[in-house]
């Protein structure tokens, strides 16, 4: 359609426009939308966008869809110029260009998303000085206790630990060895004893380990 065409079917003001900008823009928009990308230049009043884009639907130079309580407009395809097959080419292209341009973008946010995120979790300053400090501290204690021990005077010798290791194994086979005889003799008498077991301890005087809360060491 040419401009003189254009202009006596729509006349001028804000119907012009707004059918200019949909077919120049050539993507939907709600009145709100329209309204807020034109106000500024064109100081149009929300009113009279509404009635200017309602009138072009109309009038059948744009269309509207209503989705739930909101309408959207865009150019009719049918009064756009048919684009060449140079124009497609080129479109293609570009549509191609900024396809991988998103892309980049989007893996260079991931980047992004995944160094906030360390930093997030990774100690301030201030934290870091206070972590160090109490290590400092720690240290110190450490080798302080580490200085007692060197001085001291009554270190055990590897020699004397096998010692004491080997003497405690012989005790602890010896306690096993007499406890296993013991509980033989005394299950032996109590087959024919007429009382209960504890009344025969009792009588003749038996502790055991348990009444002592004696616990036998486990083998090694």
């Keep these: 359609m040419s401009k003189?065409?254009?202009?006596?079917?729509?006349?001028?003001?804000?119907?012009?426009?707004?059918?200019?900008?949909l077919r120049e823009q050539n993507r939907p928009y709600s009145a709100q939308d329209a309204f807020g990308n034109?106000?500024?230049?064109?100081?149009?009043?929300?009113?009279?966008?509404?009635?200017?884009?309602?009138?072009?639907?109309?009038?059948?130079?744009i269309r509207e869809k209503t989705y739930g309580k909101q309408k959207i407009y865009f150019a009719n395809q049918e009064e756009l110029p048919a684009a060449s097959e140079a124009e497609l080419r080129s479109l293609d292209g570009e549509i191609?260009?900024?396809?991988?341009?998103v892309q980049a973008l989007q893996q260079k946010c991931r980047q992004l998303e995944a160094e906030l995120k360390d930093l997030n979790s990774s100690m301030t300053t201030t934290e870091m000085a206070r972590e160090l400090e109490e290590l400092r501290r720690e240290c110190d204690s450490y080798s302080e206790k580490l200085k007692r021990m060197k001085s001291a005077t009554n270190h055990v010798t590897p020699e004397e630990k096998e010692k004491v290791c080997s003497e405690q194994k012989l005790y602890c086979k010896e306690w096993r060895r007499r406890k296993r005889?013991?509980?033989?003799?005394?299950?032996?008498?109590?087959?024919?004893y007429p009382k209960s077991k504890k009344q025969f301890f009792e009588e003749v005087g038996i502790e055991t380990d348990e009444d002592h809360h004696v616990t036998l060491p486990e083998a090694v």
Excluded: F, N, S, W
């Design 4 to 21: 003189g065409r254009e202009g006596a079917a729509v006349g001028g003001g804000p119907t012009a426009v707004l059918l200019r900008y």
């Design 38 to 61: 034109l106000q500024r230049e064109h100081g149009l009043g929300k009113a009279a966008v509404v009635k200017a884009l309602e009138q072009l639907a109309q009038q059948g130079h």
């Design 96 to 101: 191609t260009t900024r396809a991988a341009a």
């Design 181 to 192: 005889m013991a509980t033989e003799l005394l299950d032996a008498i109590l087959e024919g």
